[in-house]
């Protein structure tokens, strides 16, 4: 199964705005966020989710005709993800999200179906890509299977507060670190981008304390995470861009690298520290993250 490999998207922050809400969807673009995602699932009431998919093509082409990478999430329900793909999969999507994966049959028959559409409208296969939301104790038995479930999958991450909701508890560290790192080693292994942070995704009141947040996350090995206020996009860009003293590290490490394999060396020295591959390693994480 060919997945994405490093160098990864550049998702630092993708905002969800409800699909329904026309003034939220025209200022999306204006938020400073990687990728907007226009929510079909919880954002939205049941009686307006037909409303929400009527505007999903005018919301798409606005956004994707200013540079926005834009993304929906549907719903999980099978009543309504039918109605949803039909909605969304179209020129100038992204990626979908979907929420409450349990299983890799699941993810693997989205594929089949979104693969159906791209035909219908004329677009090229796997230009759609994945995002899935682990929210269910019972996916992180699956984890391996549900990463490696198809081709289109680029991201996966922990929904703290369903997931909170599902195991009984409430989205604080000590509930949520377990399952996020279990989502973040998956993610890792399969090839795919680890988005999350350990904390409540409606924690947006206390900007100093999300920040963080962030920058733990950054520390743990995420490369990004989805939120739901524009005031959580600032502090995710910064947490996971690298400041220029780490790219000037970075570069040092990499050429140091070059020079020795040239000169058949293993290791090296770079501001007094010995280098060898894991640091070479961590240093290409770094560049990545600059895109």
Same mark, same amino acid.
């Given at each position: ?6 160098? +990864?998207?550049?998702?630092? &922050? ?35 989710? $037909? ?11 606005? #956004? ?7 993304? !929906? ?33 699941? !993810? ?12 219908? @409208? ?22 391996? %299977? ?16 369903? +997931?909170? %909701? ?27 981008? $680890?988005?999350?942070?350990?904390? &409540? ?14 920058? @733990? ?9 989805? =939120?739901?206020? $524009? ?7 910064? %947490?996971?861009? $690298?400041?220029?003293?780490? #790219?000037?590290?970075?570069?040092? =490490?990499?050429?140091?690298?070059? @020079? ?19 640091? !070479? ?8 993250? %600059?895109?």
């Amino acid at each position: 199964m060919t997945h994405i490999k490093p160098p +990864y998207p550049r998702w630092r &922050s993708l905002l969800f705005i409800p699909a329904h809400v026309g003034k939220f969807v025209a200022k999306a673009h204006e938020r400073g966020a990687d990728g907007v995602i226009l929510d079909l699932e919880d954002a939205v009431p049941l009686p307006r989710k $037909p409303e929400a998919r009527q505007t999903l093509a005018a919301s798409i082409d606005a #956004l994707s005709g200013n540079g926005v990478a834009v993304m !929906v999430r549907v719903n999980h329900h099978m009543r309504h993800i039918g109605a949803d793909l039909e909605a969304a999969v179209r020129q100038g999507l992204t990626a979908l999200v979907l929420p409450k994966v349990e299983d890799a049959g699941f !993810v693997r028959d989205v594929a089949d179906a979104v693969s159906e559409l791209e035909v219908s @409208q004329g677009m090229e296969l796997g230009t759609v890509r994945f995002i899935l939301q682990i929210e269910t104790p019972g996916a992180l038995f699956s984890l391996q %299977a549900i990463a490696n479930a198809h081709a289109r999958v680029a991201a996966m991450t922990l929904g703290p507060e369903d +997931y909170s %909701a599902a195991i009984g508890g409430i989205p604080v560290a000590e509930t949520l670190l377990t399952p996020n790192y279990a989502v973040l080693a998956a993610a890792r292994a399969a090839g795919i981008l $680890p988005l999350g942070f350990v904390g &409540s995704i409606g924690d947006f009141s206390d900007k100093e304390r999300f920040t963080e947040m962030a920058r @733990q996350a950054r520390r743990l090995g995420f490369r990004g995470a989805l =939120v739901v206020h $524009p005031s959580q996009v600032g502090p995710l860009n910064a %947490a996971f861009s $690298p400041t220029e003293q780490e #790219l000037d590290w970075a570069r040092r =490490v990499i050429d140091g690298d070059l @020079q020795a394999r040239e000169a058949g060396i293993g290791a090296f020295q770079i501001d007094g520290k010995m280098v060898d591959l894991p640091v !070479v390693k961590r240093a290409q994480e770094i560049l990545s993250l %600059a895109g």
